[in-house]
């Protein structure tokens, strides 16, 4: 084992059976010019991910560190012990369904470090694959700012999870919280921003797979906005009410485009979720927001009455 790894490597799995194998390879297959580390999180998966990476842990010794707690953690302590026990000066994200595709990718992202001081983390273009088939492969982000900054990531994540490194230690350890809106992701990149910028290399060096046993895909909308909600909720607080203008507008915005959806879809709860929408804050700075999904709700209504009202007026005719 390494005993000075430059880049740790925490790879958070459960039930990954078919693709865990392909995620390490894509890690044990980085060409660089220091030594790195592999910590696996294997939370008691039912399938046989566990008999998989301790193959490879078998295999890889030198490399590979896996984590294999005798309970199923949950989420929020298997990703926080990981964590704890990653020794690296940085820390490379991946989780047990992802994988990456570029082997200069850690060499590139550790050199962006070392010519930029000022930033705390380094991120890429990643191949979004859904395969449940619903969506055509795509690459996230379209467009980034190669510098961008605590502010431009409070309203939501545009940081995808399998591209992220970051320089380790910059903050002592997730909130409790994070247990409750069951992602980390945002959260942790939000605590490193505290401490410098977020630097992009507009280059595609990973794959993130959409697939029906993923953390999100088995969510509903509603499930997500109310994990964000409360997410802004517990970061405003964090923040000491700071930043309140900014997680105001990004929760009336989650608030708003879940709206949208229940209007066109003519759910039975639309009326709820759009006058939840519109008494959300801020009053100001969201008035076109408000008009539209006001318009878009009621118009049909007015429509209705006024053809009623002008067949009603029309001279009968003799």
């Known amino acids: 084992m390494n005993s000075h790894p430059v880049v740790s490597v925490p790879l958070i799995t459960y039930n990954h059976e078919p693709h865990i194998a392909q995620a390490l ?23 046989k991910t566990r008999e998989i990476v301790v193959e490879y842990q078998k295999r890889y010794p030198h490399v590979i560190r896996a984590l294999l707690p005798e309970r199923n953690l949950g989420p929020y302590r298997n990703v926080t012990a990981t964590l704890n026990a990653c020794r690296g000066t940085y820390i490379a994200a991946l989780e047990g369904d992802d994988y990456w595709t ?12 070392e ?12 191949l979004v694959i859904d ?17 961008s900054t605590l502010e431009d990531l409070l309203p939501g994540n545009f940081i995808p999870s399998c591209s992220a490194i970051w320089r ?23 605590l490193n921003a505290e401490h410098g910028n977020i630097g992009f290399i507009d280059d595609c060096m990973a794959v993130y797979r959409l697939h029906a046993g993923g953390t999100w895909s088995t969510q509903s909308w509603h499930q997500v ?20 203008s900014i997680f105001k507008r990004a929760i009336f915005l989650r608030r708003y485009g879940y709206a949208i959806d229940c209007v066109d879809r003519q759910t039975p709860d639309a009326r709820e979720q759009v006058w ?3 008494l959300s804050e801020p009053a ?15 118009a049909p209504a007015v429509v209705r009455v006024a053809g009623t009202v002008k067949r009603a007026l029309r001279p009968s005719e003799s």
């Not at 395969?131 to 510098?147: C, F, H, M, V």
């Not at 906005?225 to 309140?244: D, Q």
Request: glycine fraction near 4%; aromatic fraction near 12%.
């Open 225 to 244: 906005m109310t994990r964000w909600i409360t997410a802004y909720e517990r970061m405003n607080e964090y923040f000491g009410g700071r930043y309140n």
């Open 115 to 126: 010519a930029h001081p000022d930033c705390s983390i380094c991120f890429h273009k990643v």
């Open 102 to 113: 570029s082997p200069a990718k850690l060499q590139r992202q550790v050199d962006f470090f």
């Open 25 to 47: 390879e894509s890690v044990l297959m980085q060409q660089t010019s220091f030594p790195i580390e592999i910590v696996v999180g294997e939370d008691c998966s039912t399938d």
């Open 284 to 298: 100001m700075g969201c008035l076109r927001e408000k008009a539209l999904l006001a318009t878009k709700f009621y």
């Open 131 to 147: 395969e449940t088939g619903q969506n055509a492969p795509r690459t996230i982000p379209l467009d980034s700012k190669e510098i």
């Open 168 to 190: 380790n230690g910059l903050f002592a350890k997730l909130p409790a919280w994070v247990e409750e809106v069951k992602f980390s992701d945002w959260v942790i990149h939000v």
């Open 276 to 278: 939840s929408a519109l």
